[in-house]
Structures are given as structure tokens and as C-alpha cells.
């Protein structure tokens, strides 16, 4: 780890990531050692510089890179790296917007749907950052996020999720979302549609307060209120839903508590510069296990340490 890099914390007092802007970054002395260790093969270095820059600054370093060798940084990590790492090193040169799109489309690809990730990237993001999302996805991709994503699911579900991508605040009163989320429980069949046109158009302390009214009516959690009345996908993505609204780091701590490489990767990417301390203290009141401790006892080498710098330090 560069010894500098623990000066930036000053740079960047109170923010919740774990990678902070580097000080006194010089792209050129960056894109130069790295023009050097891809002709070694020096995959520790790699991953030494590219941990220790925040994202704005991995665009300056692979821009100056293209400008000094006319060769593109990503297709130059691809001929030396491979496997998990390259996969990560990768992630780390987009943008943050073009991540959360390729992940997205990486849902929608091979055999069958990724519901949990697409969920997860869904019910994290703001309805701003998800017009960005889908603004990249066209350009990387040619084709129309909305499309695709009703392409891939059906139904209730399929509402859900375009409700999601395309959400929008809009005022409303707590007792009156209360009084219709509840009133939909009571008919033979429980209408989804409130569920869904409510959880996905009100700001968060809002719908935390409706949440909260709902189970002191009911007398149950609002997980329990939604395993009993629904089912199927529709059922899991309400689920997940009322997670990210009650307590989003308890979900993603959770997320990466099934220790799934892609999900690793894309939560710990996606959430680096922004909350992932917050995480990371979540992942420990769940586990028992600080996540920096966790990622030892299953990953090594160039991998492992890579993930550990994104990870920071020890809880």
C-alpha cells in the first residue's frame, strides 16, 4: 500500500467510502510504472496503484496512459491478468455509472435471470443515478435498460421493476399510504399494487414511517406481512424492497455475507467510495466477523489483496 495514502483521509474528512482520492497524484509517473509492470507482468503493482486511486482519478491515469503508449489501458490489463483479478481490476477502470450498468446487463445474461443482483442495484439507487445508469447502458450497449429488463421478467415482477428504474418522489401523506398498504391485505387476494406504487414513489424517511405503521396494524414485521400475503418473485422483490428502506447496510452486509465472488466484486466496487464503512460495520454486528477478516479465510494472493485495499482496514 503506498505510504501516502493514509494522508488523503484528511482530503476527504467524514465520507463514508473506504477509497479515498489519493494526494498529489501525478497520472503520468502512474501511467509510465504501469506502462512498466504490464511488461513485467507485475500484477502486485497493478494492484497497488489502482486500489489506491479513487475512480476520478483511474480515468486521468488510463487517459494519460492512451495519450503516452496509444494503447488502451483496459485491452493492455487484459492480455497480462486473468481470472478474478482481471474481472476486478477491470470493474475498477469504469466509471461508476457504466459499473452499475454492466452489472445490470451481466443479470440478464446466460442462462436464467439474476433477480438478487438486479434487486440489489435497483432498491440502492436513487432515481437520478438510475436515469444515468440507464443512459450508459444505451451507450455501452446499444439497446434500452427498460426493454431488456421486461424482457427478462414477468408480471407483478416485471412492474416492480420498471416502477424502480423509473422512480420518482412524489408527496404523499404517512397514515393514508399506511391505511392503503394495509387495506390491500385484507381482500381475498392481496392487491400488489399499492405495495408497488407506494414503496416506489415516496422518499425514504417517508416510507420508513409508513413501514413502521403498517407493523404496529398488523402486529407483524413488514417481512413477515409480505411472506404471508405474496409470493413468488413479486414476493422477494417487495422483500428486498423494505430491507433497502429500513436498513440498506443490514441488506448489503447480508449480500456479502454469501461470499459469492461477483457478488463481492460488485457490491464492494459499487460501495468503496461511498458507504462502505458503514457496511462494514453493519457486516459485523450480523457475522460476528469483521469483513477485512473474512475475506483472508477465503481469498488469496494478488486477489486478496486487492479486495483488502478496497476493503481498507480492520473493524
Not at 492512451?66 to 481490476?89: P, R, Y
Not at 432515481?127 to 450508459?136: C, M
Request: hydrophobic share 40%.
Amino acid at each position: 500500500m503506498d505510504a501516502d495514502y493514509f494522508k488523503s483521509h484528511d482530503m476527504s474528512w467524514g465520507t463514508l467510502g473506504t477509497v479515498r482520492p489519493f494526494p498529489n497524484l501525478q497520472p503520468e509517473k502512474d501511467a509510465k510504472e504501469i506502462q512498466t509492470v504490464l511488461e513485467k507482468k507485475d500484477a502486485a503493482t497493478l494492484v497497488r496503484i489502482l486500489t489506491n486511486r479513487n475512480n476520478d482519478q483511474r480515468q486521468l491515469i488510463a487517459k494519460t496512459y492512451q495519450g503516452i503508449t496509444q494503447k488502451d489501458l483496459v485491452s493492455a490489463l487484459k492480455k497480462v491478468l486473468s481470472g478474478d483479478l482481471e474481472t476486478l481490476l477491470l470493474a475498477l477502470l469504469m466509471t461508476p455509472i457504466q459499473h452499475e450498468a454492466h452489472r445490470l446487463r451481466q443479470t440478464m445474461e446466460g442462462l436464467g435471470t439474476d433477480e438478487d443482483t438486479m434487486l440489489e442495484i435497483l432498491c440502492t439507487r436513487s432515481g437520478q443515478k438510475l436515469k444515468a445508469v440507464s443512459a450508459a447502458y444505451k451507450e455501452l450497449y446499444k439497446k434500452d435498460l427498460e426493454k431488456d429488463l421486461k424482457g427478462e421478467t414477468s408480471g407483478d415482477f416485471a412492474k416492480l421493476v420498471v416502477a424502480l428504474l423509473n422512480r420518482e418522489n412524489v408527496p404523499g401523506v404517512v397514515q393514508r399510504d399506511i391505511e392503503a398498504l394495509s387495506a390491500s391485505l385484507n381482500q381475498k387476494k392481496s392487491d400488489v399494487s399499492p405495495w408497488i406504487n407506494i414503496l416506489t414513489s415516496r422518499d425514504s424517511d417517508h416510507l420508513n414511517r409508513v413501514l413502521m405503521g403498517v407493523e404496529l396494524e398488523r402486529g407483524q414485521l413488514v417481512d413477515q406481512v409480505l411472506e404471508k400475503h405474496f409470493t413468488g418473485d413479486i414476493r422477494l422483490g417487495l422483500r428486498v424492497l423494505a430491507q433497502c428502506i429500513q436498513n440498506p447496510f443490514l441488506y448489503l452486509a447480508q449480500r456479502l455475507k454469501t461470499t459469492k465472488t461477483p457478488v463481492l466484486h460488485g457490491l464492494m466496487v459499487s460501495h468503496c467510495e461511498e458507504d462502505l464503512l458503514c457496511v462494514r460495520a453493519a457486516y459485523i454486528k450480523l457475522t460476528g466477523t469483521s469483513l477485512y477478516t473474512a475475506l483472508q479465510k477465503q481469498f488469496k494472493g494478488n486477489h486478496l489483496q486487492a479486495l483488502l485495499a478496497l476493503c481498507r482496514s480492520e473493524d
